[in-house]
């Protein structure tokens, strides 16, 4: 992490997980969420969950636990809540590597009536799949 910032961290994160060593892969993808910034974090997320380690899933559920504590989460935004967008992206990866939907069906209804309405429609596209099965998504 000598070299680059978050943009660049960001930008290659899902190219890192699918190339270098998993020992490799997943401290500098923690490293990269540790340090960056809720709301700009989604690439890792979706990164980590792509090195499918056995841990991924637990690294996953603390992340979704600080990101769901953090303040602005629930805010109007003029386009889309990022905070919201990086709790959205966590749960779709969670979901990907098998966890038990009820465990974050009360984070999904709060994000389907989320006050911004673009959030609102990620949350019911990207999450659907999951939470009413009976919904068509394509």
């Not at 930008?11 to 270098?20: C, G």
């Not at 984070?107 to 609102?120: F, G, M, Q």
Request: proline residues 5%; contains cysteine.
């Amino acid at each position: 992490m000598k070299n680059g910032d978050h943009i660049i961290w960001s930008t290659i994160a899902n190219k890192v997980a699918m190339t270098l060593p998993q020992s490799e892969t997943v401290p500098f993808l923690k490293l990269c969420w540790l340090n960056g910034t809720i709301g700009h974090c989604a690439n890792y997320l979706q990164a980590l969950a792509l090195t499918k380690t056995p841990d991924a899933l637990n690294v996953l559920r603390d992340c979704f636990s600080q990101i769901w504590n953090t303040d602005g989460l629930l805010a109007d935004a003029v386009f889309c809540n990022r905070i919201a967008f990086d709790a959205i992206w966590c749960i779709v990866q969670m979901m990907e590597l098998g966890e038990n939907p009820q465990s974050l069906r009360s984070a999904y209804e709060n994000l389907k009536v989320h006050p911004s309405e673009r959030t609102r429609e990620y949350a019911k596209k990207l999450l659907a799949e999951w939470f009413e099965p009976f919904f068509p998504t394509k």
